[in-house]
């Protein structure tokens, strides 16, 4: 399943979150290493979610650049 994945820089670093998965974030210095952090993080909150036998969440989430 492929989620939607919002990258932000901030003035140590970036940070990551997946709207689709409400909670689930991660921070790191560099937007590889948040890059990394996050596919971790999804892989592990899925897994969870399947021990648990809870859903999978459905990817919902899309993106659009508007000009102003």
């Excluded at 899925?46 to 000009?67: C, K, N, V, Y």
Aim: net charge negative; no cysteine; proline share 6%.
């Amino acid at each position: 399943m492929k989620y939607l994945i919002v990258y932000e820089k901030s003035p140590t670093g970036w940070g990551a979150y997946a709207p689709d998965l409400p909670g689930l974030g991660v921070a790191g210095k560099t937007i590889e290493e948040v890059k990394t952090l996050i596919r971790e993080a999804i892989e592990f909150h899925l897994e969870g979610t399947r021990q648990h036998g809870d859903a999978i969440p459905t990817a919902s989430a899309t993106t659009e650049f508007i000009s102003v």
